[in-house]
């Protein structure tokens, strides 16, 4: 009776080790529950703090990161936001300065070939343009340096126009006067010493502000792509020599 008494208390025994056992387990599954939960709530929390920091004051443009934070534009705008204004300026003056150059040909008192040779003083600024439209449709490193290239086809313009300007209208042009505008419109009279005054100062201020936004332009790519190492700025391949025999 014993024999069979022990036989039967067995199998209870083992009943409540096995619940002994499995408790643990369910309150470490439930912790774990637990902390999973807590890990998705705290996730969007991280994700907005992200998108309040990338957010340019009162817009959800996205326009600066952890690379480009420390940096601005004017002191006070995030640096891709001013570059991005500065490339519409960039567009905006080309378009400007063509426009100018090209109502010049129904200027009777203005030789015919003077809008051909200024349009070609403008060829730089246009290429130029070409280069921020690519760095609208992509930001990668290519773009990045061809927007510093742009800046200094700019000032080449500006500056090769202001001096197109100046041996036109002191050497080549008939008149004393300078008439500016057309007939349809009517004339804005001006003495020479007045009209390459304000030539060469508009060209001076334009230089001066596209060598500000070539700053701008190189901070933003530096930031991005790292600074040109003075090795690879000063090293020269020289290029190899055929083989006669």
Known sequence: MKEGGEGEEKPEGSEEVKKEEEEPLIEESKKDEAEEEETEETRPNE??????????????????????????????????????????IYLLTTVGLFTEVFYCLLNEYIHWWYVPVSLLCLVPLIVGCTFFIRFFTKDQESTRTKI????ILGICSFS??????????????????????ADVV????????????????????????????????TTYSSAHDGA??????????????????
């Open 47 to 88: 994700e907005d703090k992200k998108l309040e920091q990338e957010m340019c004051c009162c817009c959800v443009c996205q326009c600066q990161d952890d690379i480009t934070r420390p940096h601005s534009c004017c002191g006070c705008f995030p640096i891709k936001c001013g570059l991005i204004t500065i490339g519409i």
């Open 148 to 151: 510093i290239a742009a800046m």
């Open 228 to 245: 040109p190492k003075e090795e690879d700025m000063l090293e020269v391949k020289m290029p190899e020599m055929p083989k006669l025999w």
């Open 186 to 217: 009517g004339y804005t009279l001006q003495t020479k010493k007045a009209f390459m005054a304000w030539s060469l100062f508009i060209a001076i201020a334009l230089d001066f502000t596209w060598a500000y936004f070539l700053c701008v332009a």
């Open 160 to 181: 090769l126009l202001a001096i197109w300007n100046l041996c036109y209208f002191q050497w080549l042009y008939k008149y004393d006067i300078v008439y500016a505008g």
